[in-house]
Structures are given as C-alpha cells and as structure tokens.
C-alpha cells in the first residue's frame, strides 16, 4: 500500500525566515508526500466546485489561487532537487511523478462544476466591480481551462488529457538523456601537448574536474559550458578541438538509451493533435494564443528580419577568421569547431586583449557583490549573507534581501557552481511566490523565497572562481529574473513575479544585463584576483568597444534556433525530425562554421517540458524591449537615474502578470519600441 502521510519536512518550512529545512528532505518522502499532497488539492478543487454559495471571485477564483499550498511545497522542493541536485532515486521519481501531475491537472481543467462557477464569473465580469489585477487574475484561470479542455466533449477531453500525461513523460526523458550525455563523457588529457593554449584558469577547472572523476593529475574537457567552451576558445590542438565539439553537440544523438530523437518525434506529433482538439491551427498559434506576439506570422518577421543581417555579418566574420587561419599556414576552411579559437585570436588583433588577460579581472564573488550593488543602487535593496543555514548542496549560498528600512523582503539562494548531478545551463526559480493572501495555516501572504543555478566551473581548492564575460552575464541575467520575483508587489500567486506572457518574462533579466558593463561597475568590481588592482581603464575601454564583436556568430547560433523551433511549431508532426531541422538551416542558409546554439536533440528549452516551446524567440522579442528600456537610462545621462529606477521597478519588476505586458512597458517608456535599438545594440543596424 502506499504511504500518503506527507513528510512534516516537505510543507513545514521552519529554516531561517521560513526556509525549507533541506537537510531534513530525504528523498524517499517524495512519493508519500506527493501522493497524499494530490489528494489534498483534489479534495480542495472538489470543495470549491461542489460549493452550494452562487459563485463569487472570493469563493471561487481567489480559493484556486490558494489551494493545493502543500503540492507546491512538495513540488517546489522536488523540481528544484531533480533540476539541481538529482540522483537515481530523484530521476526514477521524475520519470513516475511528470505523467502523475498532468493527469491530476487535466482533472481539474475539465472539472465541469468548477469550470462552470469560472465561466459564469467570465461571462459576468462586468458586473462584479473587479479590479485590474483580479480582472488579469480571473481571465488566466477562465483561459487556462479552455486551453485544458473545458469546452471540449467527454472522448477530447480524455485524449487530451492522455496526451498531456504522455508529454509531461517525454519530456522528463529528455532532460534525463542530456543530462546523461553530458554525465557520461569527459576527454582526459595528461600533460604535455595536449594542453597547449589552455590558460592557468581554464587547466585548474579541468583538472579539479578529472579529480571529481577520480582522475587526480590529470585534465578533464567536461561537457559542462563552462569548460567546453573556453577549451574550444583556446586550445591550439584542432584534432582535440574537433573532437570535444562533436561530442558536445551530438548530445541526445547517441543511440541507445539516452537518444533524444524519437521522443522529439513523439513530442511534436501529440503537440500538434493537442493544438488540434483545442482548435488551433498548429501549436505555435495555441503557444503564442497569449503573448505579446500573437502570431507566428510576427514572430517569423522578426527572427528573419534579423537573420538577414545576422548572417551577412557572420559571412564577413568568417572571412576574417579564414584569413588569420592563412596567415598562420592553415588552408582548411573554418569549421564549427575553429570558429571560437580564430575569433579569440582575432578580437586579441583587433582590440589588443584576449578572453585570458580579461578573466584574471572576473573574480565570481566580485560579480555577485556586483550584482547586489547595481540592485541597491536601482531599488534600494541590500544583501546579507547567512552561513550555517541548511542548504541541498554545500555550494548553495543563502541571502536575506533587505530594503532601506531594512524590512526583509525576500529571501535568495545561490548555486554557481557545475557538477554531474545538476543539468546544464542556468535558470531562476521559486520555492515560494510573493503574495498577499491569507493561507490555510493561518498566515497571510508569503516571502519570496528565490534561487538561481548556474554551471560556472568550480575552481581548485583555494583559488577564487574566474567567469568569461558571458560568464558575468549569465550571473547578471539571472539576478534580474531573481529580482522580478523578489520585488513583486502583487495580491494573487498566479500573477506574481515571472508569472508574465512568456515573451515578457526575459524582459528584467535581460535589462539587468546591461549594468555589468557600466563603466562604474565594471571599474569596482572588475579587480585583479591576485593584485587587487581595479582593471585598467585601457583594457576597460577595448572591452567596451569590442562589445559587438563577434555578433554575427551568435546571432545565427540563436535565430537559427529559434527559426527550428518555430518551423517545428508550425509545420505539426514530422516523420524525421533532424531532416526537418536540416531542411529549415538550409533554407535559411545557415553557414558550415556555425551550428545552432541548441541542435534539436538537445534543445531543453523546447523538449524538456514546453515552456519555451514556440518560445525561444522570446529572448529576441525580449531584447528588443531592453534595448529600448536601458536606452530612458542614457538618454537621462546616469545609468542609475532614481525617478527612471522608481518606474522601472513600479511598472516592469513589480506589477508581474497583474498588467497587461504592453500596458505595463508603455507605462514605463511611453511607448512600444521597434527594432532598432536591439539591431544598434548588436552592431547590426543598417
């Protein structure tokens, strides 16, 4: 039989300022809590519909926002060990518990009774004197039923529901497969040849990875971004170079077990039936149903608006990179895998410094100090470190965040550094939203509780962590995610922080981006590991002006992506998936020398669960409005105006979905922006 008592360890969080007590998390809980947590929100659901009170939005739509309070805590814990810190016990769950959970909320998004007291209060509206936040608040729930089915006939809804278990499966296979590709392959290197070109920081990153694998002395090349990347930049060995990109990009296209393409193929095929039985057209036009977007047709618009440019640039990048590659008496063309050591060298040329004599200035707790500073300059917030906190990972960092009255507003952890049981990249996510309801247990509202994970490599014991420049990007990237759930200021959870149109959502994290480059910032914080000296402003001034270089390459590395995803999106089920992707690089005209940033097998934003599914355009769309936003900064002559912080911090960081998102830009701006600063921005306007 199975354990249904919950774990007092999973929903009772008695850590610092209402923190989970990690240490207390076993993994075998996770079943029991989940099973008993599901039954508790289904009982809740059935209480609300079954209620005999006429509906009202407090009896109805502001009880949903607050139901099922322990399956978030459960699940907030587990996705967050699954995603950071798995192992066979957390994996073989995820694989169980994915189908689990979309089978429970397909049950609830075509509850009739619940269903009809939603629509009644839809169709009511007028009449019920809401404000603009409970409007929002009610149309997501009115439309997040539709989306699951609540219109459709008995047999649809139970298909969809069936595809939605299968999907939910899918996907948490998918991550599983990279993350194992990824686990599974190192080059060891000894000694020798092998490792000219390589820096100090980067050999000490490769070799504290072959000690994590028991190969003490020796040098690890990890699939980790953090080292491959620099190691392609650097390494002057092309065979070795060569052979680390392939294994770096054939990740869930390796046969066996962990191959990716039949579950993408799977995927895109229920994809496009779900779309179907909810009436759209395709899946990009359901995805795209509520975003600032609205249509493929506009997204494509944009994407091979500046593919155009993006390509014509990198062509012009290539030639320069094959013609260094001559000078040095190499004939070959310029592969995938020599793009970033001849760029390297060329910027070296070009600006007078190389990715190595910058590094030594990018100390990891200068950034993060960094960080903190420009939130404290903008939204008058200040971080204060706690040691001796209970965390799921010795790495994991814990801050309490303060206003100027020092009230604690939220509370925020850190993971930065790279391991096999955490998957790639970098993400924000939430153990708890802001809110200001009343809960069951009495309490009313909750602190945010934040955290972001990075896979920056972990240095030798004793030496400080050095971060490339995109290293400090991604931190500040993900800092500005973690304010915009941390500065939310909203009543109802379903629209707190990042709770916004997808295509909206990168809007903070991307702005936040530019204060890493503003001359004071980086004149601070950017100091010698070993001498302590600020970064000369020479060296500060070839940073700043080579900041488009290069823009081309990784341009085409995301539009191109993004140019799949929505071909996918659109096109429906594809009998050959990677014949497909083949089809759309060549009809764009994708140059041999580059690759998509994320090959489709391995595309986790897209196939390990839908969120960025016809959404990675998203970071593009995106990147427009930052543009335009950090450019009311300069045009006031101070990155740090106050009265242009206080409207940003108003109108984007702390209305989350509770403002229409082009309502709430324009509030801000006073208008919708074009393209243009985005193209100057990247160094590909006309």
Sequence with gaps: MTETRIDPALVEW???????RFDLVKDDAFAGGFAAALAAHEAEI???????????????????ETAGDELSRVSALFWSRAGANTNDTIQALERDIAPKMARHYSKIGTNAALFARIDALWEGREALNLSLEQTRVLERHWKGFVKSGAR????????????????AGLGAKFGQNVLADEKNWALLLDEGDALDGLPDFLKDAMAAAARERGEDGRFAVTLSRSIIEPFLTFSARRDLREQAFRAWVARGENHGETDNRGIVRETLALRAEKAGLLGYTNFAALKLDNTMAKTPEVVNGLLMQVWEKAVARAREEEAELAALAAEEGHNHAVMPWDWRYYAEKLRAKKFSFSEAELKPYLQLEKIID???????????????????????????RVFEIRDRDDRLVAMFLGDYF????????????AYQSQHRLPLKNGSVGELPIIYNVCNFAKPAEGKPALLSLDDARTLFHEFGHALHGMLSDVTYPSVSGTGVARDFVELPSQLYEHWLTVPEILTRYAVHYQTG??????????????????????????????LVDMAFHTRGAVED???????????????????????????QHVFSGDGYSAGYYSYMWSEVLDADAFAAFTETGDAFDPAMAARLKTYIYAVGGSVDPEDAYKAFRGKLPSPEAMLEKKGLAA
């Design 418 to 429: 790279a391991r096999a049981s955490k998957r790639s990249g970098a993400w924000m996510s």
């Design 370 to 396: 960094a960080c903190f500073d420009v939130a404290g300059r903008l939204f008058g917030i200040r971080a204060v470190e706690k040691t001796g906190v209970p965390v799921y990972h010795p790495d994991v």
């Design 577 to 603: 998936p990677m014949a497909a992707q083949q089809q759309v690089l060549e009809a764009i005209g994708l140059p041999a020398s580059i690759v998509m940033r994320h090959a489709t097998p391995h595309f």
């Design 46 to 64: 059935d209480a609300i519909a079954g209620n005999p009170e006429p509906a009202t939005f407090d009896n109805s739509i502001a009880a949903l």
């Design 152 to 167: 459709l006939a008995k047999p649809e809804q139970d298909r969809l529901a069936a595809i939605n278990e299968t999907l």
């Design 533 to 562: 000296e600020a970064m000369p402003k020479t060296l500060l001034d070839k940073v700043l002006a080579a900041r488009t270089f290069n823009s081309g390459f990784a341009t085409v590395e995301f539009t191109s992506s993004a």
């Design 14 to 20: 008695t850590g610092l300022n209402g923190l989970p």
